[in-house]
Every structure is written in C-alpha cells, then in structure tokens.
C-alpha cells in the first residue's frame, strides 16, 4: 500500500526529472552538469550518516538515483 510519503517523493522526482530536462532542452545546464548534480546527490546520500533505517534509506535513494544516471532518463542521451 503506498503511503502520502511515496506519492511525494514520487511527485517530487517527477518534477525534478522534469526541470533537468528542460534545463538541458534550453541549452542552460550542459549534459555533463546535469550528471555531476545527479552524482552529487547520490554522493550525499551515500555518505549521510545515522541510524541503521536512516542509512539504509540513504543507500536506496543513492541506488535510485545512480539508476536514473546508469539509464540515462533525466538526460536524453542522443
């Protein structure tokens, strides 16, 4: 069952997603920048600290976002 939390962070993706591809699509972010904020994202959260939860959700949103760069779907590689 899917709580308002992940429609959130579902939302919230999708939004993002949307604004690095309009941000590359007017030529104002580079590909190669776009990257290095997905890489700087995941870096935070596998370097975040805390609670065994804490890390572990960490560690699912860094594997989330390495997948977005591994896929190329916030970039549309030609």
Excluded: F, Q, W, Y
Excluded at 8 to 30: M, Q, W
Excluded at 40 to 59: C, K, M, P, Q, Y
């Amino acid at each position: 069952m899917s709580t308002a939390s992940e429609h959130a962070g579902e939302a919230a993706l999708s939004i993002c997603e949307a604004l690095l591809l309009a941000l590359k699509d007017r030529a104002l972010l580079p590909e190669h920048e776009i990257l290095g904020v997905l890489r700087d994202a995941a870096a935070t959260h596998e370097n975040a600290v805390g609670t065994e939860l804490e890390t572990e959700r960490h560690r699912a949103v860094a594997d989330l976002i390495n997948a977005i760069i591994a896929g190329g779907n916030s970039v549309r590689r030609l």
